[in-house]
């Protein structure tokens, strides 16, 4: 309440902020962020060396993130019973492993229900500064999909883009505003997320790279030369104010 200013990541998280906290929406600046720039596209020999290393499948979607509530994992999870048994889901994120909390035990009646565990893969020990296998399991992946409740930004989607992966992306929260015209918009359902995966899996090699261009063109909108010079600038009108 005495801050003269919040800086937020997104438009969506700027209403929120306005509508659960009453914070006047002037006083609220968006800067957006922004996939570290060191993602890109990995060549065929470095995603064959990652896949070997982690002994993943030739097809899989991806998922990179945690596990809350909001991210909607056992619907993702869901999804991969209605698709032909080559395909799998690779989950990347430190929380994919068996735990006494209310998230994975959610992840964990799903695989059973779905009888899909042997085609989920996940990964947890990828070091943050591990840059060059995060880049290989974006590039190397059919798709990246965000199956999100609900975002404040969405951050793995502009990283999957850099690597020139197609995005599927559910039609909440943030993530319309930073996917742009981009991804295949899907409800957060199993068979809505199905639907996505299988559209991207129908493009011709064409139209595949047409997509992968698009996304390369609008990832470069965001920076983060731009998040801290406009950051800069909302501290300088703090500091001129007084």
């Known amino acids: 309440k005495l801050a003269q200013r919040v800086i937020t990541d997104s438009l969506y998280s700027k209403q929120k902020i306005h509508e659960h906290l009453a914070i006047p929406l002037p006083k609220i600046e968006v800067t957006y962020l922004a996939a570290n720039p060191a993602l890109q596209a990995q060549p065929s020999s470095v995603i064959q060396q990652v896949i070997q290393k982690y002994d993943l499948p030739k097809t899989y979607f991806l998922y990179v993130g945690d596990i ?91 990283e999957a883009l850099q690597c020139n992966c197609p995005v599927v992306s559910s039609n909440r929260g ?30 011709a090699h064409s139209e595949r790279e047409a997509l992968i261009e698009k996304g390369k063109k609008w990832t470069a909108k965001f920076s983060w030369q731009k998040t801290a010079e406009q950051t800069k600038t909302i501290y300088k009108q703090i500091a001129q104010s007084h």
């Open 68 to 158: 809350n509530y909001n991210k909607n994992i056992p619907q993702l999870i869901k999804a991969l019973k209605f698709l032909p048994e080559d395909m799998h889901l690779v989950c990347v994120g430190k929380n994919f492993f068996p735990q006494h909390i209310p998230e994975w035990q959610w992840i964990a009646a799903q695989l059973e229900m779905s009888q899909v565990a042997h085609r989920v893969h996940f990964v947890t020990d990828i070091a943050s500064d591990d840059i060059v296998t995060m880049a290989a399991l974006y590039s190397g992946a059919l798709c990246y999909v965000q199956p999100s409740l609900s975002e404040g930004f969405g951050l793995p989607v502009l």
């Open 174 to 203: 943030s993530l319309p505003e930073v996917g742009g015209e981009v991804p295949v918009y899907i409800e957060p359902t199993a068979e809505d997320i199905t639907h996505g995966i299988e559209r991207i899996q129908q493009l």
